[in-house]
């Protein structure tokens, strides 16, 4: 499967964005997709999980409540709302697709696919 991400861009502080996630290839519903990130210097973060059907999602207490996941399977996209934006949010987004989930969400080793990155950038 082919990852797509987009939607980032420049915003202020307390401002919102809406990633999106678009998968070809392979029908997305097959996957339990999640977002990362990573600022310069920084290790790639988890942030949400969210499975095949869209009725379970985890999230980074950093993004809890702040974050939203969520997924179309009929349009093969996954998305990340996200809200209150901070300047520490500031990186370079991904999403990533995981075909057999162990359970092991947070580490970057669980995911088999992954997008090319969307800049997010916030401004104070």
């Known amino acids: 499967v082919q990852l797509q991400a987009s939607g980032g861009g420049l915003v202020q502080a307390g401002g919102s964005l809406r990633l999106s996630c678009a998968a070809s290839?392979?029908?997305?519903?097959?996957?339990?997709m999640g977002w990362f990130r990573q600022a310069p210097g920084k290790e790639r973060e988890f942030l949400a999980i969210?499975?095949?059907?869209?009725?379970?999602?985890y999230y980074a207490d950093s993004v809890k409540g702040r974050f939203t996941i969520s997924r179309d399977n009929a349009k093969n996209t996954v998305h990340l709302q996200m809200n209150s934006l901070k300047p520490e949010d500031t990186a370079v987004y991904y999403c990533?697709?995981?075909?057999?989930?162990?359970?092991?969400?947070?580490?970057?080793?669980?995911?088999?696919?992954w997008g090319q990155g969307t800049q997010v950038t916030v401004s104070s």
């Open positions: 290839g392979r029908t997305v519903s097959s996957y339990v």
């Open positions: 990533a697709a995981d075909m057999k989930y162990s359970g092991s969400y947070y580490s970057t080793s669980e995911y088999d696919y």
């Open positions: 969210i499975s095949r059907s869209g009725g379970t999602t």
